[in-house]
């Protein structure tokens, strides 16, 4: 697999301004609180997961260690976690034993696929743009978009689609986000760590601004949990407003319980570069590579 990095496309950047801070709540023109906006660049320093709360169901860990964070270069899910059903658990285990054994397998990220909710939220970084009848969310890596309708419906018969159907409404200041239809492809997983989904994926999102005080407890879970990089994309000395994603997934045919955790932002401070990636024409393990077309040397 291969990335590149260039200046990320000017089109998709302007409506939000690169490294932008975060926003205050709006306010109404008869002084009451009106919705926040969360219009802007929102950094995620670290890799491979999500945030596992302190207690209760919520989703799975890495195994594998590398000192006290998960180690990203063997992702070993923790296919005991009491959340999964005994075929996905074994399915994890089985993911996990590749992994241990050095063999790297294909996820929606290395193998440049739609990586699908709540898979793309993993990324390290997210792009919010904010308008009344639609957000919208730019995912660093791979050009991945998500279009969230608010104050509307999903239709009688959902037709499936990698990000599924998302409609959005406000709850005070906390933008709820409810998506279901999310397609089943050749590499779905919820995680980096292989555990599957069904047809019957449906995730709710909920995001809040909060203080540094109240946000301290996401990033420790955070810096607990996962491999930090990209560290000079924020000002580690930030104090002010974070983004905090809390999400619930809920698949009966994969999972004993719904199960949640969250991911915690702050705003990015350096502008923000493109994320290339390219297909990889080699297949993992044993099998036969794929028959992509290639020349002996370049049109140029």
Known sequence: MRRGKNLFLAALAAAAGLGQAAAPIARSTNGAASVPDFSGVWAHTSITGFEPLASGPTSLTNRSRRGITSDNRQLVGDYTNPILKPQAAETVKQHGEMSLAGIGYPTPRNQCWPGGVPFVFTTTGVEVLQQPDEITFLYYEDHEVRHVRMNQ??????????????????????????????????????????????????????????????????LARDAKENFQVQQNTIDPNYKGKHLQLAFTVDDAGVFKMPWSAT?????QVTEWEESICAENPHKYGTEKDVALPTADKPDF
């Open 153 to 218: 419906r999903h239709p009688a018969h959902v037709t499936p689609s990698w990000y599924g159907d998302s409609v959005g409404h406000f709850e005070g200041d906390t933008l709820v986000i409810d998506t279901v239809g999310i397609k089943v492809g050749p590499y779905a997983m919820v995680d980096w760590y292989g555990t599957p989904h069904t047809p019957a994926l449906h995730v709710v999102e909920r995001y809040r601004l909060l203080d540094y005080e109240r946000a301290k407890e996401g």
């Open 263 to 267: 991911m915690t932002y702050r705003p």
